[in-house]
């Protein structure tokens, strides 16, 4: 039972190149999650996809895009990565409610745009 | 949309001593208050969470409270050791439907020997 797994671990890009961060689940949950990270600002949630089949935007939604491939795997794109998409990404996910709402993390992808 | 606001940003204590992190949260609809814990390069992890039809909830060296009416929660660690150093989330959600967690911005404990 690998729980949440992420590739790539680690990845640079230069400003305008695109690339997809791949997310997969073991655990049957319905809702995933991709978050980013940076120094001060806690997690910020980018999009989610409450079942499969959907998927909404997060606080910060603008420059990425996700495909909710199956039930285990929620992909996330930036078609042009700008130096601002500097951050570590993580994907999480959860059981729907009321069976209740932890969230489990993946290992994350640092992500560095030049 | 929901505002949660998290003191201290850092947090030094002495081994053997306690350490308390407050959030406050803005949704008075919020119901579920999660807390988790992210070592120095790992992913985070929850560690202890508390819904609203409670007002405390113990696991060993660790509590939360909640006071619904002023609207804020506090994580409690006693007995600190180096290994609880870290960085600490508070989080808030609805917990209704497939809702989302709006996090703080975190706290960074130094517990040192």
């Known amino acids: 039972n690998a729980g949440v797994t992420q590739t790539p671990k680690f990845q640079v890009l230069k400003t305008g190149q695109s690339m997809t961060l791949q997310c997969a689940q073991d655990m049957n949950h319905n809702s995933m999650y991709w978050y980013r990270q940076d120094p001060g600002m806690g997690l910020r949630l980018i999009y989610y996809?409450?079942?499969?089949?959907?998927?909404d935007k997060g606080e910060v939604p603008n420059g990425y895009n996700v495909s909710r491939l199956n039930k285990r795997e929620f992909s996330l794109r930036l078609e042009s990565a700008a130096p601002s998409q500097t951050s570590v990404y993580f994907c999480?996910?959860?059981?729907?409610?009321?069976?209740?709402?932890?969230?489990?993390f993946g290992p994350g992808t640092r992500l560095t745009v030049l | 949309g929901e505002n949660v606001e998290q003191h201290p940003s850092t947090l030094s204590v002495q081994e053997g001593d306690s350490a308390v992190i407050k959030c406050t949260y803005s949704?008075?609809?919020?119901?579920?208050f999660p807390w988790y814990k992210q070592e120095l390069g790992k992913r985070p992890q929850l560690i202890i969470d508390i819904r609203s039809n409670v007002g405390e909830k113990k696991d060993q060296r660790i509590a939360v409270t909640l006071n619904k009416t002023a609207k804020h929660f506090s994580l409690h660690i006693t007995e600190t050791q180096p290994e609880d150093s870290a960085v600490y989330f508070c989080?808030?959600?609805?917990?209704?439907?497939?809702?989302?967690?709006?996090f703080g911005k975190g706290t960074m404990l130094l517990v040192s020997p």
């Open positions: 949704d008075s609809a919020s119901n579920y």
């Open positions: 996809s409450a079942s499969e089949g959907t998927t």
């Open positions: 999480a996910s959860s059981e729907a409610w009321p069976s209740g709402n932890e969230q489990f």
């Open positions: 989080a808030a959600s609805r917990g209704s439907g497939y809702s989302t967690l709006t």
